[in-house]
């Protein structure tokens, strides 16, 4: 059997969602995954240097995707950006002109995005986007509501990883549980929706555990664990 490449949401799936507290225990069994042989990449709406720090001390691939696509980070000072964060800073001053307390999160720093906290109503936001034909795309981590360029998700920027490492659809394994993993569920052959995830991205999954966040990831690969012991 061909080694499996993992794609793995942070926020919500490997921690609680919020507190950012990591479940040792799935970060345990992904590293496991690692040692294996196979690759575990994390594909996040935070920093991908946060999920590259994450990957180093969690000894997993050592790659990241961050910013819901936006950039990828392949070494400390290597860092292939996809998004234009000049088009999401005029999207935010537009929408904060428009709505009351459209507030910025304060997150790690961004390469290509804006970052902002879930305190306003994200479809109306996305309603002045569209009348006012801006060239980005709005989205909610369950962390907080994304400002990405316009064609920019996680499916867009993982595809960059597939390219580079050649991997194919049929390998990858994607794990995730909000609306943002939906466009990575769309790259991956097999696709698992958390216990936590909404019922609109469960019917996106191929597969779905009833445990939620790292539990749930848990779970799910126990249910793989036949196949990926074959290798």
Known sequence: MKPKTFAVDIDGTITENGGGRINLDA?????????????????????SIEG???????????????????????????????????????????????????????????????????????DFAKKIVDEKNLDVVLSDSQYAFHINSAGIDKGFGFTEIMKRLSIS??????????????????????????????????????????AKAGDGVLEALDKLAPKLSEI
Request: charged share 25%.
């Open 169 to 210: 659809k049929d390998d990858v394994i994607a794990i995730g549980d909000s609306a943002t993993d939906v466009p990575l569920f769309k790259v991956a052959k097999t696709s698992i929706a958390l216990g936590n995830a909404s019922e609109d991205v469960q019917s996106e999954a191929t597969m779905v555990v009833s």
């Open 52 to 122: 590259f720090l994450l990957s180093v001390f969690g000894g997993t691939t050592k790659i990241a995707v961050g910013e819901n696509g936006g950039c990828i980070t392949l070494d400390s000072y290597d860092h292939v950006k996809l998004g234009d964060i000049t088009k999401c800073q005029e999207a935010f001053q537009i929408i904060r002109k428009e709505i009351d307390n459209v507030i910025e999160k304060p997150v790690f720093p961004r390469m290509t995005e804006v970052v902002l906290e879930r305190t306003f109503d994200l």
């Open 27 to 47: 970060l345990a069994a992904l590293r496991h995954l690692k040692n294996m042989g196979h690759n575990v990449i994390f594909v996040t709406g935070r920093s």
